[in-house]
């Protein structure tokens, strides 16, 4: 009988030392492992990739030994690229494939010009991977482009340096944003346009699809009598806005109605993304969010 009870006693122990053990690691916290993913709405014009790639080389300099992934938010834009045989992933799927894969803290950039309806689903739809069961222990969502004054005037200033070197002070540059009808963050667009112009009073900003709109601008360039107006994209590539509704030769393009007008146009097909002045600003972002880690 005693021999009996030594041996329950003794199992009884072994049993809570393992289950101990086993509960100890599963309520255990993982190494810290870290990854950037970089969020762009996407393009499916090849030129205008390459100024996504300036950015993964720029990053990659930043944060060396950091596992960086990317994603594009526009779902248009990767079902179009899954059929020419690209799979893109969205970021969702890049979220859970890095949770999968044992990642505890990641930083999300988004190369979004504006804190508009895209970066807020963007910022809630990330962070449903922190609060999940299993999730990440920390995750952050750095700013867009455009999320202080300084950023408008340090993009500004990069913008200026970029401005074809033969264009005169006479001549008039217009850059095209993309804007939103939809969000109150398309002031956004204006205030830009209220930096720019202190900078240069023959520098305006558009939209194609928020406020203001070449057709706003058009009196200010006849009150100014100007002549001759360089256009450039204010997005973060040259993608199919850039290539079509600005400098394309359909009867709406910007290009097509300032020629209507009388003046004559000169095009720039880079966008921000292709100048390391204006990465800079979205890396500076990233790496305050980075530096909470």
């Known amino acids: 009988m005693k021999k009996r009870s030594l041996f329950e006693l003794v199992w009884l122990v072994c049993i809570f030392l393992v289950s101990t053990n086993c509960f100890a690691g599963h309520g255990g916290k993982p190494p810290m492992k870290k990854a950037i993913l970089l969020a762009a709405f996407g393009t499916t014009v090849p030129e205008a990739e390459k100024a996504l790639d300036n950015i993964d080389v720029m990053a990659r300099q930043e944060f060396p030994e950091v596992e960086i ?13 899954a059929k020419q045989g690209r799979v893109l992933d969205s970021p969702e799927t890049a979220l859970a494939k890095l949770m999968d894969e044992g990642y505890t803290h990641v930083a999300v950039l988004p190369l979004h010009t504006i804190p508009g309806e895209e970066f807020h689903e963007l910022y809630q739809n990330a ?5 999940m069961t299993g999730g990440f222990q920390q995750l952050l969502v750095a700013l867009p482009l455009l999320s202080s004054h ?14 074809p070197a033969d264009r005169k002070a006479d001549e008039a540059v217009l850059l095209m944003g993309h804007g939103t009808a939809h969000h ?3 002031a956004i667009y204006l205030a830009m ?23 706003d601008i058009l009196p200010k360039l006849r009150a100014k009598k100007i002549k001759q107006v360089y256009l450039m994209p204010f997005m973060a590539v040259a993608g199919d806005h850039a290539r079509n509704d600005m400098a394309g030769e359909e009867p709406d393009s910007w290009k097509s109605i300032l020629e209507k007008n009388g003046y004559t146009c000169q095009t720039v097909l880079k966008g921000t993304a292709d100048y390391p002045e204006v990465v800079k600003v979205w890396l500076d972002h990233l790496r305050s969010a980075y530096s909470h880690f």
């Open 127 to 131: 962070h449903l991977y922190e609060q």
């Open 69 to 81: 992934r990317w994603a594009y938010t526009s779902k248009i834009i990767r079902t179009k690229m």
């Open 150 to 163: 300084q950023d408008m005037v340090s993009v500004a200033k990069a913008m200026m340096k970029h401005v």
């Open 184 to 186: 109150p963050s398309d």
């Open 193 to 215: 346009n209220q930096v720019f112009q202190e900078a240069d009073s023959n520098v305006f900003v558009g939209t194609v699809e928020g406020y203001p709109t070449v057709d």
